[in-house]
């Protein structure tokens, strides 16, 4: 089990641990003697490394993205922690649980998918039970959907964030529905909401580190997942074709615009729904950590360009406390900035 965590290295200190091996790049001193230079990863953050000794020796015992034990000692560097590594070693599979070396939700995968398996089981429309059922009781689409990121970066990038995100829009998507009663499909809408970004199971790579994988930087999440979908209707006896076209519909639509990379728009009530408990999951989830992550004692996160604006972190006491920094050139809150439309679903 993994002892040594990245947010408790303190600066003077021997380090002795294993971390995720994120970045390794060769590189000579200015005396033209080779080193290393190397991110190492955990679950509690990223840390800068360095090999200054042996470094062609040493960078032959590991590769990118491999688990590593490393022996080292930690210096300041640029205002942050850098460890200098004397000794590093692979490790192989087996002897480590991904988990430690990820970010990862806070909640229970197990518990999670128990959560959707009750979702799917207690609705009232057999076809899209059946289908749905079909779906996750394949043994590897199961697994993967229990891991999966729900992006590479932004919203719920980390292990399970594609099962908590989605089961954060069936919430949604259950309240709506009893909100505007029979103007929407419940068992439609919740489908949708569990089956928009199925895709990424195989559109992003997880095992080691998020990345995109080649047929999904060459396809894409949404084909791929209407794809699924097509496969496994075909495994069930008459399923009605328009309801089929009805969900892959939702699927291709879900980005809400083309410019974010929906093949069609949303053109049925329950996929302009989900388009938006989408954008705003996404939004809510990205903002949440931003706050987190802030400094502590700030009232305002540092400008951000994705949402061309500060955020108001809530721990000031003064409401009326502005941010001490000015925003970019060209770039004023809210009505001196340039306006334009924001997606987080990539």
């Not at 802030?294 to 061309?308: D, K």
Request: charged share 25%; with cysteine.
């Amino acid at each position: 089990m993994k002892k040594t965590f990245i947010k408790d290295i303190r600066e003077k200190e021997h380090v002795t641990g294993t971390f995720l091996v994120t970045k390794k790049e060769m590189g000579l001193s200015k005396s033209g003697k080779p080193y290393i230079n190397m991110r190492l990863m955990d679950s509690t953050g990223e840390l800068e490394a360095r090999i200054w000794e042996d470094a062609e020796e040493l960078g032959k015992k590991f590769l990118k993205d491999d688990v590593v034990t490393v022996k080292g000692f930690a210096v300041a560097y640029q205002g942050g922690l850098q460890v200098n590594i004397s000794s590093i070693l692979s490790l192989p599979d087996g002897e480590y649980s991904i988990r430690d070396f990820l970010p990862a939700s806070q909640k229970d995968p197990v518990k999670m998918m128990a959560e959707l398996d009750g979702i799917i089981s207690a609705m009232k429309d057999g076809h899209l039970r059946g289908l749905l059922t079909a779906i996750f009781k394949d043994p590897e689409i199961r697994a993967r959907f229990e891991l999966a990121p729900a992006a590479k970066a932004m919203h719920h990038s980390y292990l399970s964030g594609l099962l908590e995100h989605v089961l954060s829009i069936c919430a949604l998507a259950d309240k709506v529905a009893a909100h505007y009663g029979g103007a929407v499909n419940r068992d439609l809408l919740l489908s949708g909401a569990i089956l928009h970004d199925i895709g990424k199971i195989y559109e992003l790579s997880y095992r080691r580190s998020f990345d995109y994988t080649d047929e999904g930087r060459l396809i894409g999440h949404i084909t791929m997942g209407v794809e699924l979908i097509d496969d496994k209707v075909r495994t069930l006896e008459d399923f009605p074709r328009d309801l089929a076209v009805l969900l892959k519909h939702m699927i291709l639509s879900h980005h809400g615009q083309l410019e974010f990379g929906s093949p069609k728009r949303p053109k049925t009530i329950e996929a302009i729904v989900l388009s938006y408990l989408d954008d705003m999951d996404a939004k809510v989830s990205t903002v949440r950590t931003l706050i987190e992550a802030s400094a502590e004692g700030s009232s305002w996160t540092p400008y951000q360009r994705l949402f061309e604006r500060y955020i108001y972190t809530g721990s000031s006491a003064s409401a009326g406390q502005t941010a001490q920094a000015e925003a970019p050139e060209g770039k004023g809150e809210d009505d001196g900035g340039k306006k334009g439309s924001l997606s987080l679903f990539r």
